[in-house]
């Protein structure tokens, strides 16, 4: 619905890209971010559009994946959670250092991501360069639930 974008931009991203699958939520954030020149949402799958999405960057980035199906409002893709896709086409990026942020830990493992395991998760992030290390951050101090719910991977 947008507030990632609304907190990277408060958070002082200087570039941000979105991708959003459901119709309804593109034309209501491209509205939203429409006069904002740094914002550009782009419309369908994370994983048919990521490579597209990052084609022209020259340095390393910060990846916020989220893209798994939440019911409701969203809209649901080949998959509940393409993560192994998205990270996929991380690899295939020349930039091998780049930080990646995953949303969610709490539900890793259950069906919402496909029973991908952390495991699994952690597995494909060393495929693109074994230095990355993990650490986790709190997704939202507002309830216990998101404490360690994002999974960060930096090269240190």
Do not use: C
Request: hydrophobic share 40%; net charge negative; glycine share 8%.
């Amino acid at each position: 619905m947008g507030d990632g974008i609304k907190q990277a931009l408060a958070a002082g991203f200087p570039v941000i890209r979105s991708v959003e699958l459901s119709d309804k939520l593109f034309e209501e954030n491209v509205r939203r971010f429409a006069n904002r020149a740094n914002v550009k949402i782009f419309h369908g799958s994370s994983e048919g559009e990521l490579g597209k999405m990052i084609a022209d960057i020259k340095e390393p980035m910060t990846f916020w994946l989220d893209a798994h199906y939440s019911a409701g409002i969203t809209a649901k893709g080949d998959e509940n959670s393409p993560v192994l896709k998205e990270l996929r086409i991380i690899a295939g990026h020349p930039i091998k250092t780049h930080t990646i942020l995953i949303d969610d830990r709490r539900q890793v493992g259950t069906a919402d991501f496909d029973f991908v395991t952390e495991a699994q998760i952690r597995e494909a992030i060393l495929a693109i360069n074994p230095a990355y290390r993990f650490t986790y951050d709190t997704g939202s101090a507002s309830h216990p639930m998101f404490l360690n719910d994002v999974i960060v991977a930096r090269v240190s």
